[in-house]
C-alpha cells in the first residue's frame, strides 16, 4: 500500500530522571504516558489497513527517535491528544489528509532540521512526488520518490496497478532520492542485489521468488522457472503466488479458490479481492498505505 505520511508527531520520549537512591515511589514519565495514548489513537487506522493494531510498532518508533535534549511541554500534548480524538473520525484521517493540530510537533520542541512529520511538511520537486517517510532510527525525512527506468538505483519500492509497495530498503536509512519500479512497466526493485530496478522475469525463464516474474506468472519451486498462474480449481500449494488475480490458493481443499468480496469471511489477506483482511472479514482497501506508525 502507498505509505502517506501519517502525523509521526512527537517522535520523541525523555529519559526518566534518575530518582534519589532508596526512592521507592517514582512518579511516572508524561512523555511516556503521553506516547501510549498518542498510538491508540492510531490503532483503529492500522487495524483497517490490516496491519498490526497493538500499538507496538508505534511505541517502539516514537520512543526511539527523539531529538537531542527535547523538553515535554504537558500543555501541548494535551491539546495535541484532545484534537486527534476529536478528528479521528474525519474522513481522510487514517490517510493523512485531514492535518494534525501544530501542537503536536511542539510536544518536544522543533524537529531537526530537514525532517518532515507528514507530506505537506515537504517542499514540492519537479523530480516526482515528496514523501514523509521514515526508516531505521532516523527521525522522519523529506524523499523525492522518481519513475524509474531499468537500472535506476536506489530503488525504493514497487508500484502495481498503481499501488506502492515499499521495499524492504526502507528499514535502513532514507535516501533523499528513491526510484519507484514500475510492473506495468516489466520492472521490479531488487533490494537483495543490486538495489536498482530490474526487469520482470518472462513465463520460461528462471527465478527464485514470485515477485521476480511478470504478474501472470508465478516462480515454481519444483522447476524454478517463472510458470503461468492457475486458473480456479486447478491444484496448487502456495497461498500467494500460484493463482490467477482473481484467485487464491485454498489450502484446505489444496485448489485455487475464487477471491471474495467485502464481507467475505477471511483469515488471510490474499483471499480478499481487496488485499485486506483485517477482522475476520474482507474489507474495502484501505486509501491510505502501510505506514511506519504501524509496523508497515
Not at 72 to 78: D, E, I, K, L, V
Not at 194 to 219: I, Q, Y
Not at 229 to 253: S, V, W
Not at 270 to 295: F, S, Y
Amino acid at each position: 500500500m502507498t505509505t502517506r505520511g501519517w502525523p509521526l508527531l512527537g517522535v520523541v520520549v525523555l529519559a526518566v530522571a534518575g530518582a534519589a537512591a532508596g526512592c521507592k515511589d517514582d512518579a511516572p514519565d508524561p512523555a511516556v504516558g503521553y506516547i501510549k495514548d498518542y498510538c491508540d489513537i492510531y490503532k483503529p487506522c492500522c487495524i483497517a489497513a490490516g496491519l498490526p493494531g497493538d500499538g507496538v510498532a508505534c511505541e517502539a518508533l516514537l520512543t526511539s527517535t527523539r531529538p537531542p535534549g527535547a523538553t515535554f511541554s504537558a500543555p501541548s500534548a494535551g491539546h495535541c491528544l484532545s484534537v486527534l480524538r476529536m478528528i479521528s473520525s474525519e474522513p481522510g484521517f487514517c490517510e493523512g489528509d485531514v492535518l494534525p493540530p501544530s501542537s503536536c510537533s511542539r510536544v518536544f520542541g522543533p524537529m531537526p532540521e530537514g525532517a518532515c512529520i507528514q507530506d505537506a511538511d515537504c517542499p514540492p520537486s519537479a523530480e516526482g512526488e515528496v514523501r514523509c517517510i521514515a526508516g531505521g532510527t532516523q527521525t522522519p525525512r523529506c524523499q523525492i520518490q522518481a519513475h524509474g527506468a531499468l537500472g535506476s538505483a536506489p530503488c525504493v519500492g514497487d508500484v502495481r496497478g498503481g499501488v506502492v509497495f515499499y521495499s524492504g530498503a526502507m528499514g535502513g536509512d532514507v535516501p533523499d532520492l528513491g526510484y519507484l519500479c514500475d510492473a506495468a512497466e516489466l520492472l521490479r526493485c531488487d533490494t537483495a542485489q543490486t538495489g536498482a530496478c530490474v526487469a520482470l522475469v518472462e513465463v520460461g525463464a528462471p527465478c527464485l521468488l514470485t515477485s521476480d516474474c511478470v504478474a501472470t506468472a508465478f516462480c515454481d519451486g519444483g522447476t524454478g522457472l517463472c510458470a503461468t498462474r492457475k486458473a480456479i480449481g486447478a491444484p496448487c500449494a502456495d497461498p500467494a503466488g500460484e493463482c490467477e488475480d482473481a484467485a487464491f490458493c485454498d489450502l484446505t481443499a489444496m485448489a485455487c479458490a475464487a477471491k471474495l468480496d467485502v464481507g467475505g469471511y477471511c483469515t488471510e489477506h490474499v483471499q480478499c479481492l481487496t488485499g485486506n483482511c483485517p477482522d475476520g472479514t474482507c474489507q474495502p482497501t484501505p486509501g491510505g498505505g502501510a505506514n511506519p506508525v504501524c509496523g508497515g
